[in-house]
């Protein structure tokens, strides 16, 4: 026992060691790309633009669907000065998705003159302007900078412009919700002509724009709706009722991991842990966004590190336990095939999660599972599902304890639930809107991680995993074991059938499964059948 208990624990030394350079290594990547992301996701932004560099997108916004009985438009409005002398204006073009695709795609165009030309030319003869064309419908464009402590000149009713700022577009769409994209260009129409042109002079400009989804005139706006993107909307909800749920299991798997010390027990609590910290960085983020409109974005990416680094240890700890690991067998066979398809996954999942934040472009209306690596690991994730199948079913093979084999019978539906839902989301995403698709995933997500998360807590909970766990007490006295397995009343808990005789060409049976009876004691007959079970 002794000898088995060193076994378990050098086990555990070996996979804790391998779990914390991968997490080091993880997290310090993660924060060293976090910087490379430098799309604006907030309701408020702020910067300097140089009008040498020809193009700046600002940020891609979900406007909702008007309510004509309510104060929901969208509104966006702020302040763009000039730093010292600036003779001509550059452009700040609001534009929906049918009008941006052309305007962004021509950007690119060596010949800037040409270029602006193409950009604008879809956009002519619909966006409003006073000199050109008064007769345009939408107002799409702004001439920038505004003179200081007036309205841009493009503000033809000043008195719709919010208070202590120098321009405000009003966004009404009773159809439905809508992305709007909001650039400024260095590209100015020459007013006699009405032709575009390149717009050569350097100057340095001073932005600060507020996007919200509610007039900004009125107070008791819904705060958790009011600066949120419409394709963000609800995710305080979601985060707040998450964070309740493991409020609870926490604290209880807290209590569970020091009424029994087992590595099993200690792995799962560390994933849960995990789990809770990365929802509480996020939740913490946009409680903040939604007062602020601006949130925390490091913390929100230490949260992402724990969410990932917590799913990671748990599909750690699933093939462990399909393997019987701390179950059925003291040793970890082929240990580093298993540390290897799980570093490989982790290695994945970093790669998907970089990709996503500094690759995909935010025009594009696809998820982070739309691209090579989301393909990658979700292929991945299959082929660890099957094999994590197959080795459960050796492993039960193997088994015949009746209280085992429930755990495995329990575990294995839970653990298979948990491998498969997100391919199978992942392909319904495919049909649902770029408005809906965050907010599907991340309910559906955190949902499914929550359930597996329960299963576990209530599979491994001490008065019930002592059945099945190997070492499930630390504090175990070995002499008193000893002395058990040697007292005559002990009963061989694996009863056979006492009509099938016995196959010597079966596999030699368990001895961790079966209690023992001492073979020296002298009152035990010679011809006592010992293949029956032994009776007192």
Known sequence: MASAE??????????????????????????????????????????????????????????????????????????????????????????????????????????????????????????????????????????????????????????NVVPKHQFTFRIRDILQPRFWYISMVACYREPKTCKWKHLDEEAELDYDIW????????SGNNPVLYQFSFDRQDTVELYLVFFLCYIILVPLQLY????????????????????????????????????????????????????????????????????????????????????????????????????NMTEVDIIEDIDEYQTWPGWLILSLRWVIMIWFFLELRNTMSYEHNIHKLHFFLHFGASALVWFVYLPIIALIALRVSALWRFKLLLGITYSADCLAYCVMTHLLWPTRSEQYFLLANENFHADELDEFNESPHVVNTYRMTSDEPHDFNDPPPDFNNFSSVNSSQSNIDDDIDYTKPILT
């Open 211 to 218: 996007f919200v989804n509610g007039n900004p005139n009125v």
């Open 256 to 355: 569970a991991a020091l009424q029994q010390r087992h590595p099993v027990t200690r792995l799962f609590t560390v994933s849960l842990l995990m789990e809770f910290i990365g929802l509480f960085f996020n939740l913490f983020h946009v409680l903040k966004f939604a007062v602020d409109g601006v949130g925390f974005e490091q913390v929100a990416v230490a949260g992402d590190v724990f969410d990932i680094l917590s799913r990671t240890t748990l599909m750690l700890l699933l093939l462990l336990l399909a393997k019987g690991w701390a179950i059925t067998r003291l040793e970890l066979t082929h240990k580093p095939l298993v540390f290897t398809i799980w570093f490989i996954y982790g290695v994945v999942h970093v790669l998907l999660y970089v990709w």
């Open 6 to 159: 060193r076994m378990l624990t050098s086990n555990v030394t070996c996979s804790f060691s391998v779990f914390k350079h991968f997490c080091l290594a993880f997290t310090v990547i993660i924060f060293s790309l976090s910087s490379l992301y430098n799309v604006a996701e907030t309701a408020h932004i702020s910067g300097t633009w140089n009008t040498k560099e020809f193009f700046r997108f600002l940020i891609k916004f979900g406007f909702q669907k008007t309510d004509v009985h309510q104060e929901n438009d969208g509104y966006i409005y702020g302040n763009v000065t000039v730093r010292g002398n600036f003779t001509k204006k550059a452009t700040l073009a609001v534009l929906d998705r049918g009008y941006f695709l052309e305007y962004y795609g021509n950007r690119t165009v060596a010949n800037k003159s040409k270029a602006c030309m193409l950009m604008f030319d879809k956009i002519n003869y619909t966006a409003y302007d006073s000199a050109c064309y008064d007769a345009g419908e939408l107002d799409f464009l702004r001439k920038i900078p505004c003179p200081h402590g007036k309205v841009c000149e493009d503000e033809d009713r000043p008195a």
